[in-house]
Nanobody, 121 residues
Framework: QAQLVESGGGLVQPGGSLRLSCAASGSGFSINAVGWYRQPPGKQRELVEVISSGGMTDYKDSVKGRFTISGDNSNNTAYLQMTTLKPEDTAVYYC???????????????WGQGTQVTVSS
């Protein structure tokens, strides 16, 4: 099973951009769907975007047109390109991988440390 490490977060002004990375070690990454999730302060973790092993993507409505998920199987890394960031995008961002429905339902027993994204002027 792949072990995943998120990186790329930081402090950015409203309207700015960030690219998050999800690096996998171990086997199975390229045959799984990958999801990006976020947990805003004081709220539940939510699915932001998912990409299937076949390249199909689905997005949370509030990020459509602003966030783009992609994957690079050659280096076992998934990315979340975030543009036109808003204060309400502030959250800890996580990634996870597995069968598509499991990713959509976030049915995982363990999570990485995530990466903090703070959008503020």
């Amino acid at each position: 099973q792949a072990q995943l490490v998120e990186s790329g977060g930081g402090l950015v002004q409203p309207g700015g951009s960030l690219r998050l990375s999800c690096a996998a070690s171990g086997s199975g990454f390229s045959i799984n769907a990958v999801g990006w999730y976020r947990q805003p302060p004081g709220k539940q973790r939510e699915l932001v975007e998912v990409i299937s092993s076949g390249g199909m993507t689905d997005y949370k409505d509030s990020v459509k047109g602003r966030f783009t998920i992609s994957g690079d199987n050659s280096n076992n890394t998934a990315y979340l390109q975030m543009t036109t960031l808003k204060p309400e995008d502030t959250a800890v961002y996580y990634c996870n991988a597995g069968p598509f429905l499991r990713v959509v339902k976030a049915e995982f027993g363990s999570w990485g440390q995530g990466t903090q994204v703070t959008v503020s002027s």
